[in-house]
């Protein structure tokens, strides 16, 4: 089993930068990708990219690429989720996630944090 603990969520103004962590604890070895994710008040919940626990590559849906970045720091178990150019529009609960398999879904989440973006 993965442990996914995630930080960093808050109110930011239109145009700001946050960081969101996401560490973990557990059976990190057998991570296959972490996955980051966003639901909006009243929509269902969104799939922003994928990182590849192994070799660091990465994946972005369209809606955030050349906004937010992934990366990782190996000595903390941690990835982390850069986000700038924040619009309101981006204001949800944001969560990462876990998966053992490409095979398989995300088997353990993390409990998600709170970003708000004033206008």
């Known amino acids: 089993q993965v442990q996914l603990v995630e930080s960093g969520g808050g109110l930011v103004q239109a145009g700001g930068s946050l960081r969101l962590s996401c560490t973990a604890s557990g059976s990190i070895w057998s991570i296959y990708s972490m996955g980051w994710f966003r639901q909006a008040p009243g929509k269902d919940r969104v799939a922003l990219g994928t990182f590849r626990w192994r070799n660091g590559d990465t994946t972005y849906a369209d809606s955030v690429k050349g906004r937010f970045t992934f990366s990782r720091d190996n000595a903390k178990n941690t990835v982390y989720l850069q986000m700038n150019s924040l619009k309101p529009e981006d204001t949800a609960v944001y969560y990462c996630?876990?998966?053992?398999?490409?095979?398989?879904?995300?088997?353990?989440w993390g409990q998600g944090t709170q970003v708000t973006v004033s206008s």
């Open positions: 996630a876990a998966q053992f398999s490409s095979a398989l879904h995300y088997q353990y």
